[in-house]
């Protein structure tokens, strides 16, 4: 870690400050917490509140395992759901029984009719059984219900016995067609008024909506610096039907990666570290370590509670029917995705820091020198069974509610946001506001952001190699921020060009979704 002179630039060399040794010291009990966490450390007991007066909310013993743990809970899922009937047929195909599978993939498709996977498995038995007609039949269906993955289609052994049927030619060149004519081509940004963009959101995004099977959306777009609108799409929950509202909670991982990078940026500023110090011991720690963090988080991973509660149940959480549904079993990102890992010591490291020259811890770092200046009223890091929640409820690929809960897994709350509230932060980076410690927003200019933007671009590969869930990217409109994250059945694309001022906020509740919000936020800005 650079001493608080080199830090600052100037010459001293005799020794650190109290503020950077404090800064060691936190770090340096942050790394052997993480060690402790992987090598079975002492755990918080299930249920007990975190507490307040440490890295984090104290959490650095366990970290490992709390991340590893979260939303762990097993139970037994309900025969007739999606991922039961795609798991009955994995276990028919595989044990070689071909009309059993085909049978499930029928019950598939009658579960899910809008979605492709029942259709391209359903090929794939019907290949197998030589019964090549229905087999070029059920791929065509799937491609027509949203199939494009030509990679594997090209290579997947159970399409072998019609792979020279001219009818699979046909349907492989259909899926390249399809798949330019779908691919994002970057363009100059929109410069028309933000009504019109609305116009088109308004036009297209529905459509979106249903192309990539995402229930909902909130969109909150700026522009010239400035929120000018904010808008919501589709369903909240697809199982109860509710209606999405702008003010509905999304409870996501990467918005307090981006705090934290913001809070460390600003206390740089102050000489007490660098965050470029920060992610050197972080990446330090993690080629020391990588095999047994490695071996830890695949020795347990995620597990999410899946399922809706039956007619008549008074409480969906109590009555939630849960699989083994694993991070392993969620949708590759697309490409232009940000690299986003929640398992990411230089996130816990950082925060650290940041606690150590603040005096505070960073729950409350952020709800005083983030939250309340900036009027983000509706984010906070909070339980899921905080009172006055609005969440919006994730969905899985084949459409099924996800119930993620924490029940007392996870030391730290989970971090509720809104679009609009991520809105006002886009207004308030590409003003400026967002690194003044001041609470008056007006004393933020462009020039305090400008060296945000440069800070960003300087350390974007290291973001990019961390998982950070932070991408800069060059366009023909300058630098591209985005900061996005898809876990648990929600995610969010949060995207704007500092030069430009322009911006937009997209949160969306199905593991379905960044294909989707790459596109609304292209449709919104143009660009890349």
Not at 39 to 51: C, D, E, L, N, V
Not at 351 to 356: P, T
Not at 491 to 505: D, F, H, T
Request: glycine content about 10%.
């Amino acid at each position: 870690m650079p001493s608080r002179e080199q830090a600052r630039g100037t010459t001293g060399r005799r020794g650190r400050s109290a503020a950077s040794i404090a800064v060691a010291a936190s770090i340096a009990a942050a790394v052997a917490g993480l060690v402790a966490g992987v090598r079975g450390g002492p755990a918080q007991a299930p249920g007990s509140p975190p507490t307040a007066d440490g890295p984090y909310a104290t959490s650095p013993p366990d970290a490992q395992d709390a991340i590893i743990n979260y939303f762990l809970r097993v139970t037994n899922v309900e025969e007739s759901s999606p991922e039961a009937l795609l798991q009955a047929y994995t276990d028919q195909h595989t044990a070689g029984k071909y009309i059993g599978a085909v049978e499930m993939a029928r019950r598939l498709i009658d579960a899910v009719p809008e979605r492709p996977v029942g259709y391209y498995n359903l090929a794939c038995s019907e290949a197998r059984l030589h019964r090549y007609d229905d087999a070029i039949e059920a791929l065509a269906l799937a491609i027509d219900h949203g199939w494009r993955n030509l990679e594997h289609t090209l290579v997947d052994p159970d399409l072998d016995p019609i792979r020279h049927q001219r009818g699979f030619t046909e349907l492989v060149a259909k899926i390249r067609r399809l798949r330019q004519a779908e691919r994002i081509i970057e363009t100059e940004l929109r410069i028309d008024g933000w009504p019109d963009i609305v116009d088109d959101l308004r036009l297209q995004t529905p459509a979106l909506l249903g192309r990539f099977h995402v229930p909902g959306v909130t969109i909150a777009l700026v522009q010239d610096g400035q929120l000018v609108w904010t808008g919501a799409f589709g369903q909240a929950d697809a199982h109860e039907r509710t209606p999405m509202q702008v003010d509905h909670g999304f409870r996501l991982g990467v918005p307090a990666h981006l705090f934290a990078l913001i809070a460390g940026l600003r206390q740089e500023a102050t000489g007490g570290f660098t965050v470029a110090g920060v992610f050197q011991q972080a990446e330090a720690f993690d080629r020391e370590h990588r095999v047994r963090l490695a071996d830890a988080y695949d020795a347990r991973p995620r597990v999410y509670v899946i399922g809706a509660s039956r007619p008549g149940d008074s409480n969906r959480r109590a009555s939630a029917r849960t699989a083994a549904y694993t991070d392993r079993t969620q949708p590759r990102m697309p490409e232009g995705w940000p690299s986003y890992r929640p398992q990411n010591t230089n996130f816990v490291l950082l925060m650290s820091a940041v606690e150590a020259t603040s005096g505070e811890t960073f729950i409350n770092y952020c709800r005083n020198r983030l939250f309340s200046p900036l009027l983000m009223d509706d984010t906070d890091f909070l339980r899921d069974d905080d009172p006055g929640r609005k969440p919006a409820v994730g969905h899985t690929v084949l459409g099924t509610p996800i119930e993620s809960t924490v029940d007392g897994q996870w030391r730290t709350p989970a971090v509720y946001t809104t679009a609009p509230d991520m809105g006002r932060l886009i207004e308030a980076l590409t003003s400026g506001a967002a690194m003044d410690e001041s609470p008056d927003r007006a004393a933020g200019g462009p020039a305090s952001f400008a060296s945000v933007d440069e800070s960003l671009r300087s350390m974007a590969s290291v973001l990019e190699r961390l998982g950070y869930g932070v991408q800069v990217s060059q366009s023909k409109a300058g630098p591209c921020i985005d900061v996005a994250d898809c876990r648990g059945g929600m995610g969010c694309l949060v995207r704007w060009y500092p030069k430009s001022g322009r911006g937009v906020a997209i949160m969306f509740n199905a593991e379905t979704g960044p294909d989707a919000a790459l596109r609304i936020a292209h449709l919104a800005l143009g660009g890349k």
